[in-house]
């Protein structure tokens, strides 16, 4: 089994490196998702065609894949090297971001009608109307895809450790190489996955139930493991989470 000095140098070293890439990928998905998902509501359709032309893109395209391109067909075509750790959260926070754009457009399209219009009677602009009237409706709608989400994102984070990041993933596959036990070591990369999802899951069900009070909704009830049991867990995936 893992001893204390292995523990010390590379274990919680790539626990913690596992943590940064997971709330920076994360912080760029969401910078990216809600620009785009908006902008696929536009009137305009050249606007819509060139966010969807993103999405098509980055939902098409293997993340693992577009993770080698940037280690290292970069440097061949443009002459500049990003640094590994960088290269997996830009591939990351760039595939989940497309994700979550079309969670963002979901969850805009279910607003109703009348209440878009109601902000068209009062003379809202566009932009007062997603601010005011349509994002905030939408938001509590948007957090269980959005949790399923970004737990998928840290799943996907242990690809890094193929582009030589010294992720946790990385650290146990060192640490299986030197003992050839296979079966501790990965059971407790297991372990820590879970407990991570299941500490991100609870964070972002007293998010949910804070947005859902903000607008007058009774938060929904659910069991110690229930923001795992999500209804939206494929939906998270597939994009269509929300906009029910």
């Given amino acids: 089994m893992m001893t204390s000095d292995f523990i010390t140098a590379w274990f919680l070293p790539g626990l913690w490196i596992t943590v940064q890439i ?10 990216i998702a809600f620009p785009i998902g908006v902008l696929r509501t536009s009137p305009l359709w050249i606007v819509r065609f060139l966010a969807g032309t993103y999405f098509e893109i980055f939902r098409g395209t293997s993340a693992l894949v ?25 591939a990351l926070g760039m595939t989940y971001g497309a994700y979550g754009s079309e969670i963002v457009r979901g969850a805009l399209a279910a607003v109703p009608v009348a209440q878009r219009e109601a ?7 566009k932009g007062q109307r997603l601010r005011k009237i349509e994002i905030p409706q939408a938001w509590p709608e948007m957090l269980p895809p ?30 299986r190489l030197v003992t050839a036990e296979s079966a501790p070591v990965y059971t407790v990369l297991l372990v820590v996955y879970f407990v991570l999802a299941f500490l991100l899951t609870r964070g972002m069900r ?39």
């Fill in 66 to 90: 577009f993770m080698f391109w940037m280690a290292f067909t970069v440097p061949m075509l443009f002459g500049y090297s990003f640094l590994p750790m960088a290269a997996g959260v830009l």
């Fill in 146 to 175: 959005f949790n399923n989400l970004l737990i998928e994102l840290l799943k996907g984070t242990s690809l890094v450790s193929l582009i030589a990041v010294a992720d946790m993933t990385f650290a146990g596959n060192l640490w």
């Fill in 22 to 31: 997971t709330v920076y990928s994360a912080a760029l998905a969401f910078v």
């Fill in 119 to 125: 902000g068209v009677a009062l003379n809202f602009t």
């Fill in 206 to 244: 007293l998010l949910e139930r804070h947005a859902k009070a903000r607008v007058g909704q009774a938060p929904e009830k659910v069991g110690l493991l229930g923001g795992l049991r999500s209804k939206s867990s494929i939906d998270a995936v597939t994009g269509t989470g929300g906009a029910k």
